[in-house]
């Protein structure tokens, strides 16, 4: 048994999740890293999803844990929720239809000591709406900073894992804007903390094809908003960082 300090923390947002939550759970239990709980933070949904958790839970495995929000508040708030009520030093963020290889945990927790980091991410491949994998890899960087992240989001929250003991609980809490995740980190970094890489897929990100055009316009305007809004950068820098963002973001989805 690891030490009581060494605990995970995974942080699921779930709203009408239902179709991948079974799967979700089951795939969190079936990791190689034993020494984990696992925090569904119900998003008030309106499937079946509540249901399916508390089913799982009455199956008697004590590391998982239900949050049951009475309205919907969206997934910053969701994660947030979670993050309070984490009792692991590290935490850990997965997304409900996202899949996890069985080692993700042991081999990035490994990882991360070895580096000595506060904030690791590991490289992702693309899967279509059956998680089935596509071949289309996104490499990730040994290291990246504040500058190098400005003009690429390559990091994959469902990949990331933070040790608190050196972030403190109140820099990772996302604040409620579009793309909360990516201004997270962008807070981090912007923090003086480093983001290291680990350049082996350890997770799938499930994508409908239907998905793929509709939201590229939304894409770039949340990304402009967090130029201008939260990092306030100057116009002509914010251009520089957005064409740069762009180019890297189309070549990844191809």
């Known amino acids: 048994m690891e030490k009581p300090q060494e605990l995970v923390s ?24 034993r020494n984990w709980e696992l925090i569904l933070v119900d998003d008030h949904s309106s499937d079946d999803g509540r249901d399916r958790i508390e089913r799982c839970i009455a199956g008697g495995d004590k590391r998982i844990r239900l949050i049951a929000k009475p309205a919907n508040e969206g997934a910053a708030r969701a994660r947030n929720t979670g993050i309070r009520q984490a009792r692991g030093r590290y935490i850990a963020f997965l ?44 490499h990730v960087p040994p290291e990246l900073t504040y500058f190098q992240a400005l003009s690429r989001t390559v990091i994959f929250t469902t990949t990331v894992l933070l040790d608190t003991d050196k972030t403190g609980r109140e820099l990772i809490q996302m604040p409620e804007v579009k793309s909360e995740d990516t201004a997270t980190w962008w807070k981090l970094l912007r923090n003086g903390f480093t983001a290291y890489g680990l350049d082996e897929v350890l997770a799938v990100y499930r994508r409908p094809v ?3 055009s509709s939201n590229k316009l939304k894409a770039v305007r949340r990304i402009w908003n967090l130029y201008r809004r939260e990092e306030k950068l100057p116009f002509l820098y914010s251009c520089y960082n957005l064409f740069f963002w762009a180019v890297r973001a189309s070549l990844r989805r191809l």
Do not use: C, H
């Not at 995974?10 to 890293?33: C, D, F, K, R, S």
């Not at 991360?112 to 991410?121: H, I, T, W």
């Open 95 to 138: 997304d409900a239809d996202d899949i996890w290889m069985k080692d993700k945990l042991e081999k990035e927790l490994a990882f991360m000591k070895e580096k000595q980091a506060a904030f690791v991410f590991t490289a992702y491949e693309f899967g279509d709406e059956n998680a089935v994998r596509t071949g289309k890899v996104v």
């Open 10 to 33: 995974i942080i699921v947002p779930v709203y009408n999740a239902g179709l991948y939550i079974e799967e979700t759970i089951a795939m969190v239990q079936a990791q190689t890293y």
């Open 210 to 212: 239907k998905s793929l």
